[in-house]
């Protein structure tokens, strides 16, 4: 303990005697305070420090509530060459208030298995991430008939199976497919398979079998999506889809990737989505070129004054042609909650900076 | 860039007797007339007092966003919110609000005041969780005195502040990472209260995690 003797302060400690600690020590926190403070903690921190103190050791793993399991981790829990996650297995059940689990830096199926095997260990676990893509049939077959009541969350991009997966997953929030087509069956009456979604994504391409009365069945069915990250290949149908994205008045986030040509413009859609969807916190938009696009179009950016709780603006501008820096004039204009701007420039971009940090 | 980890404010307001106001307040004007609300009651300065008896200016939302504090405002029923302005300063009876830790909480809640409040539909707990703390809190809470540091998070815990402690105990567990069982207690000057034997049992069964890249 250090000696600052003039700086102490007093804790009742249990139900042991006052103790004196000095004022620069944590040992000064009582374990609620403690036990919060340690709360941030990653887990590979955790194990480090289990052997800190018997406070520590008391609370390091009781209020561990979300788990990542990194590679890094699985490479020091490696024996010749060989995983076992064993180790990795006996710590989490120290740790009997976990809510969720990500397994998803790891392509280790063994994990998944043992995790869900011993589930019941941790009674408030809600939520685990995992991948599944490199896992066969048989597997995937046997999980989901185990567990698909339980799936909330759902990334099918790359998966040629989405629709028999997605009939065994009845309580679905979050859902990502490769074509919006895949979300309904391949009979002739082409049935919904997802309904009320909290978030989607999904891309719309020409080729596919795409008509615009399959995202009007969908819209009506997921009226309380809070977010859709749509890429939509052939701008010609742009007008016409973002119409359809104003049905959704729960709208929080949106993200959209497509071609910009001066014949489209999607500054008037993206003026009627702020209108229509007054909720909107999170704008994305990935610009693909095309030969016809001079530069940034300058309107592109028109509607975001419009987005009243317009927070965030992701702005990935696929070219190496010089942006028409003008397209920042109004920021001092913007909403007055925006706070994240992030831009991927291909080119270095120095008017462009200059021009945003005299308007902001 | 702030306003990540602003605890939820509306929670305070509600407590402290202000028209009912929930996170389901659909109406953009509802929200504004709110928001115009707050920024006109934060012209309204309260005093604070800490436990050294060195007293401290506020604006009324920011002085909210300690639940403590709101909760002694509503206790004194004051229709009038500008009479809260001539009041005495309000005391505070932690000693872990010094001066120097009340300065610095005034500074906290006066930048942070006007952060959005959470919305439980979009914003992950997760998330926020692991989001990194903004370039401003960093450096307000990068202190070099650790008593200080300590103080400003007991102070806090103490006036109920959940977005300002959370500051701090994200500050400590940076400086954790990565660091071993000795240099942590040294570092937050921790006493090491087991036997070397009982060290030894759980140094050998956690060996794996101290293994050399």
Redesign the interface.
Known sequence: MDTQEEMVDVVVHDNQMPQMYAKDSLDRFGDDMCEHILSYLTLEDRIRCECVSKQWQRLVYSNVRHITITAHLMSRNESDGYFYDKKIVAIMKKCPNIESIDCRPVWNCRIVETIIELRDNWRRLRRLDCHFLAFGKDIVDYWFRAIGSMVTELDLKGRTDSRRLLSLCPQLLRLNVDSLSHVFTESVDKQLLAKNLRHFGFALRLDTDFDVSMFDTFVAHNQSLRSLSVTIIPNNIITEFVTRVTRLPQLRELKLKTEVNTEYSISDCLREVAIKCPKLKKLGLEVIYTTQTPQLSVDVLNAIPVMKRLKRLDLNLNTFRRIDWRAFHGMNEWPKRFTHLSLHLWLNEYNLFQQIETNL | ????YSLDTTEGMAASGDPPTNNAVDD?DAEEALERQREEENKIKIKLKSFEGGVYECGLTAAKMSVMVANMLDALQETDLTKIATREPIPLQN??VTNKALEKIVEWVDHHWDD?PI?P??DDE?ER??EELSHWDKQFIDIA???EL??I??AA?FMDIKGL??V???H??NK??????TE??EM???????TPEE?AA??KE?E????KD
């Open positions: 860039m702030n306003g990540e953009y000693d872990a959005p919305d539909d979009f997760k969780r692991n005195d650790q008593g300590f103080d998070i007991a815990n402690v959370e701090g105990a994200k400590i567990c954790i990472k990565g660091k071993s069982c942590v207690r937050l000057k921790i006493h090491n209260d087991f060290e759980i140094h956690n794996w995690i101290y293994a």
